[in-house]
C-alpha cells in the first residue's frame, strides 16, 4: 500500500501502559506478527502521523527507549485509556490525537487509512462504531485538540470512560470496513486464537 504523506497535525499514540490482568502477560510485548504489538501498532501509525508515542506508565520509559520506540508516561495516573490520551494532549494539546490501543493485532493498514481519510476536524473525534454494542470504539480514535476541555470536565463529574465522551459529545462516526478488525484481544485464549488466525510468524 502506498503511504500517505503524513498530517502533520495529527500525531499517534499507542496505548501500552494498562496492566494487562486478565491476560497474565503484558500485551504489549505479545507477538502476532514479526515484531511485539507496542512496536507494530507503532508501525501500523507511522505512514499517517508526524509523530508516534507510546504511552505508558513512568515505570516502564527504560523498557519502551530499549524497544526504540517513543515513551510518553502517563501524567494522569490510575485513569486507563483516559489518563493516556489526557497525557498526550496535555503534551501538545494542538494536535489531533489517532489513538490505537496495543492489543488489536487484527487491525489493517486500509482500516487505519479509511479513519484518517474520514477525520472531520471540526468534530470532538472520528471513531469507528463498534459492531458488539454500536457505540464509538475510543480506543480507534482521532481524538480531536478541542476534545481537551471537555474531556477535562467529564473526569471533574466523575466519569473516566472516554466511550462516554464520546457518546456524549459530536463525534463523527463510520462504520468499519472489516468489523472483524476491531477485535480486542485480551485473554489467554484469544490470544491463542489471534496466533492461531495470525499464524504468528516467529
Keep these: 500500500m502506498t503511504p500517505i504523506r503524513p498530517d502533520v497535525d495529527i500525531t499517534g499514540l499507542v496505548l501500552a501502559g494498562g496492566r494487562s490482568q486478565r491476560m497474565h502477560a503484558d500485551k504489549g510485548t505479545l507477538r502476532y506478527h514479526t515484531a511485539d504489538q507496542r512496536q507494530h501498532t507503532a508501525a501500523l501509525l507511522a505512514p499517517f502521523c508526524a509523530d508516534v508515542r507510546v504511552s505508558c506508565r513512568p515505570d516502564q520509559v527504560a523498557e519502551i527507549e530499549a524497544a526504540g520506540l517513543m515513551p510518553l508516561p502517563d501524567t494522569f495516573l490510575n485513569l486507563g485509556p483516559l489518563g493516556g490520551l489526557l497525557s498526550a494532549l496535555q503534551l501538545d494539546p494542538n494536535a489531533a490525537w489517532l489513538v490505537l490501543a496495543c492489543d488489536l493485532p487484527y487491525l489493517t493498514p486500509e482500516t487505519l ?6 477525520r472531520q476536524p471540526g468534530c470532538f473525534a472520528t471513531a469507528f462504531q463498534s459492531p458488539w454494542n454500536n457505540f464509538p470504539e475510543p480506543l480507534i480514535t482521532i481524538w480531536e485538540p478541542r476534545s481537551y476541555g471537555p ?3 467529564f473526569l471533574s463529574l466523575g466519569y473516566s470512560c472516554p466511550r462516554k465522551a464520546l457518546i456524549n459529545s459530536d463525534t463523527a462516526v463510520i462504520q468499519p470496513p472489516v468489523p472483524g478488525e476491531l477485535r480486542n484481544v485480551n485473554t489467554p485464549e484469544e490470544r491463542a486464537e489471534a496466533e492461531n488466525e495470525l499464524k504468528v510468524e516467529s
Design 113 to 118: 487509512r479509511l479513519l484518517v481519510e474520514s
Design 151 to 153: 474531556l477535562l470536565r
